[in-house]
């Protein structure tokens, strides 16, 4: 029970709260700003299960925002040029899953500096995207809203859970899928013990470099989820340095939940939450302030966030070292 | 009945080294086989060449009559081998029974089956009498509860072969007895082990035969029947050894190292050193016996400035030293063998020469002012590596190429390089074979003749018992006892580690 009184779960309850409160003030406002945050806070909390799935298994992966950035161009691009949301979406699945081979490839099999690795795909990313970007290009449309009958219902629970559409129904159950698998299969043991103790799982033969591959590799399709989300069901469109370093936030918020899903889960919610309270006092006129101010919001809680966290919380072991067999 | 282990031929060729050169050996139900050798020799390459972890160059692995696929271990583990591996390895922050499950996880469908896990543990526990709790983290146990757990890890498939590497270097003498009886057990009931100690009262109490490496080669077989500690020792290094220590009686003059009243945390924040109060004198060497972790390794960071000193003063020559400020306390006459070689002792990545004068490379002769001097760096090293017998090609090859006797060798040579008051030397023969042991410890007293006073802090209750002239018996991180060596009795001792009213 004492885990649960921790800093950190007293901001969740602070952001509970307040929103309780407002929602008895004023309540279709509270649940349309609460829902703006749900939608904010899935693609972040996406490409933090991305850093998620890779660090418990020792592979550190600062190349998510590379993967956030190619793949929604690639759902995009495709999508344009099919004409058909479906193949984007798919495209930007195999984009992700190929930039987490090529992260896997880097860092397990030629055994290089994780943060190197990472750094090339951020800039092949940039390279890529911009080079390839057309201007004035349009999708046919976005994935459209479904509502689940009787469960959009509910009251407040209703519009903010289950009026999306079909990517964040399916991130969520990724993000559920994901923090059941990591602490209840044997998939999920054998991960963490590889990001802890890699010679541990070798000697119990379980291959290391196999078992890394994979799970790299899961993490880049469910990067090019976040990337599709983004590009095809959030927005609706493109541009250059269109994820604006979502995919360091997420390393931010892997660190602040502890690299568990649900932890992710809740600090992206509690991001969400901040940048729509802080749009919707603006287009109320409560605040007087520059745009500028909300842009950068993210940016400035990221590193609060981090200065929180930092220190008292413990990575897997042995992110970032290559395993090397022969010194077991 | 064909043999459990066939091994023909074996060769591996590491840069550098021929760690296994053309080795074969045989195992039989039933047998115990030591394998005995210097550090280096090969003895660790070829077990975990069997297990599958490294692949061979050269040579063939029949188990039970099977040719095993080189570097298949889950094939080897599948065939009913179990191997102790030399470092743990377990996941620390796991328990008891997922450490032990790993690899080969009762399940429901996707699911872990987390209940029969924990029965599967406890009943596996039973089995071999060696008591765990399936729930414990790992982390959270003492070092001798951790080798259980590793061993109950190679027990559970029914195994035909056991593989111990080093099994006892970090048990007190309690339980290393209690392990020889659970090896002899095993023996008894038909599986076949093979054992890698460096202790030869081990080997001469547990082994059928005994293989001797040296070198990567096969040097021949011998058993306990036809030879003695002294032969095996002479076997592994080639020429005879002395096991026992040869020393004159100290003639202890003023006290050079004072600890009074210390009190430190260790790394989980509790209080693991509880008020601890020690005078060493000029030429003696005081040895401090203890089971690990009841506070050693915390008091020996706190002296020597490595770790904050909660409370209490540590005094060199009469004038207190720096809390946590290495450097300080080493200006002051202090000199450390760490406990962690590889972590405190050695700049891995550093060549040998360059670790020599780890300790002096910004004072003459080894620098002018800014500048290094390179030549009188490597001067040094390769006088330093003849005397002291270092393994290596070139003192200009890296720290870590070296094999683990040879590191604590540098180490060795470099802390007692200067003039030194204080010696702290902790398990300065840790994982050191004997010649290299005997050659240590011969420099611990030769720096005490010289004057030095010596605080040896050793799990090896024979190494403190022969080197040491008081002993101080360590326990639930306070001094317990402290008894002349004249006076010592392994018994008494033990039992005092142990945490007993003697």
New interface residues.
């Given amino acids: 029970m004492k885990e649960f009184l921790t800093k950190r779960n007293s901001f969740i309850g602070i952001i509970v709260l307040a929103t309780a409160f407002l929602y008895s003030k004023d309540g279709s406002i509270t649940t349309s700003v609460v829902s703006t945050a749900t939608a904010f806070a899935l693609p972040l909390a996406l490409a933090a299960m991305v850093g998620i799935m890779c660090e418990r298994t020792g592979i550190v992966n600062i190349g998510i925002e590379g993967t956030l950035l190619t793949s929604a161009f690639a759902a995009f691009f495709v999508s344009s040029l099919t004409s058909n949301i479906l193949l984007g979406f798919a495209a930007s699945v195999a984009v992700g899953s190929l930039l987490g081979l090529l992260l896997a490839v880097m860092s397990v099999s030629w055994k290089m500096d994780q943060i190197i690795a990472g750094t090339i795909i951020n800039i092949l990313a940039t390279g890529l995207t911009s080079f390839l970007y057309v201007q004035g290009r349009t999708i046919p449309s976005t994935f459209p809203e479904y509502d689940i009958p009787k469960l959009k219902d509910i009251p407040f629970f209703g519009p903010v859970l289950f009026m999306h559409g079909p990517l964040f129904y399916f991130g969520i159950f990724v993000i559920l899928s994901l923090y059941v698998?990591l602490f209840?299969?044997?998939?999920g043991?054998?991960s963490?013990?590889v990001g802890?103790?890699p010679?541990?799982?070798?000697?119990?033969?379980?291959s290391v470099a196999r078992l890394r591959y994979i799970n790299v590799a899961i993490a880049g399709a469910i990067g090019g989820l976040a990337g599709a989300f983004l590009s095809l069901e959030l927005v609706g469109s493109f541009e250059r340095g269109f994820t604006a370093g979502k995919g360091f936030t997420a390393l931010a918020l892997m660190i602040f939940g502890r690299w568990n899903p649900l932890g992710a889960l809740a600090a992206a919610m509690f991001f969400g939450m901040t940048q729509a309270y802080a749009n919707q006092l603006m287009i109320d006129q409560v605040v007087q302030i520059p745009t500028q101010f909300i842009t950068i919001l993210p940016y400035i809680l990221t590193i609060i966030v981090l200065a929180i966290s930092a220190g008292k919380v413990?990575a897997p072991?042995a992110e970032g070292q290559p395993y090397e067999?022969?010194n077991? | 009945m064909s043999d459990l282990l066939e091994i023909t031929g074996l060769t591996k060729q590491f840069p550098g080294v021929l760690a296994n050169d053309n080795i074969s050996l045989s195992v039989k139900s039933g047998e115990v086989v030591a394998l005995l050798g210097e550090n280096g020799a090969g003895k660790s390459t070829l077990v975990k060449t069997v297990f599958g972890l490294i692949k061979p160059d050269k040579g063939e692995i029949k188990i039970m009559g099977k040719v095993m696929e080189p570097g298949d271990t889950a094939g080897v583990i599948a065939a009913g081998v179990g191997m102790v591996h030399q470092h743990f390895q377990l996941v620390p922050v796991m328990s008891v029974t997922e450490n032990i499950i790993l690899g080969d996880e009762p399940r429901k469908a996707f699911f872990i089956d987390r209940k029969s896990a924990r029965q599967q543990v406890i009943a596996l526990s039973e089995k071999y009498g060696l008591e765990v709790d399936p729930d414990a983290i790992i982390e959270d146990l003492p070092v001798g509860m951790q080798q259980r757990v590793e061993i109950l890890k190679a027990l559970r498939k029914d195994v035909n072969l056991l593989i111990l590497d080093e099994p006892t270097a970090v048990l007190t003498p309690l339980e290393i007895d209690e392990l020889l009886v659970v090896i002899r057990n095993l023996a008894k009931s038909g599986v076949g082990v093979v054992l890698i100690t460096h202790k030869l009262h081990e080997v001469m109490a547990v082994a059928d035969r005994v293989l001797v490496l040296r070198g990567g080669k096969a040097i021949g077989f011998t058993s306990p029947k036809e030879t003695d500690e002294a032969g095996l020792a002479q076997m592994m290094v080639g020429r005879s050894v002395v096991l026992r220590v040869d020393k004159t009686p100290a003639n202890p003059g003023k006290p050079a190292l004072e600890v009074k009243g210390l009190q430190v945390l260790d790394d989980r924040k509790l209080l693991s050193v509880k008020g601890v109060d020690l005078v060493v004198h000029k030429g003696e060497i005081l040895g401090v016996a203890g089971v690990e972790g009841n506070g050693q390794r915390e008091m020996v960071e706190a002296i020597c400035g490595m770790r904050h000193r909660l409370a209490g003063q540590v005094l060199v020559d009469g004038v207190a030293t720096k809390d946590m400020h290495p450097h300080a306390v080493h200006a002051s006459g202090v000199s450390h063998i760490p406990e962690d070689r590889e972590k405190h002792g050695l700049v891995a990545s550093y060549s040998i020469a360059d670790n020599l004068v780890l300790n002096q490379f910004d004072r003459e002769p080894f620098a002018k002012g800014w500048v290094r001097n390179i030549s009188q760096v490597n001067k040094n090293a390769d006088a330093v590596v003849e005397q002291f017998d270092i393994r290596t090609p070139s003192a200009q090859n890296l720290a870590s190429s070296l094999s683990g006797g040879n590191k604590q060798k540098v180490v060795v040579a470099r802390e007692l390089s200067e003039d030194l008051k204080v010696l702290v030397a902790a398990q300065p023969t840790r994982g050191v074979d004997v010649g290299s042991i005997e050659f240590i410890h011969n420099q611990l007293i030769a720096a005490r003749d010289r004057g030095a006073a010596v605080l040896l802090v050793s799990a090896e209750l024979d190494e403190v018992l022969s080197l040491s002239d008081r002993i101080a018996v360590m326990s639930g991180g306070k001094i317990v006892a402290i008894v002349d060596s004249k006076d010592a009795d392994r018994n008494y001792i033990g039992r005092l580690m142990a945490g007993m009213k003697a």
């Fill in positions: 698998a209840k299969t044997t998939w043991l054998r963490r013990a802890e103790h010679s541990s799982a070798d000697t119990a033969g379980v413990r072991a067999k022969e077991a």
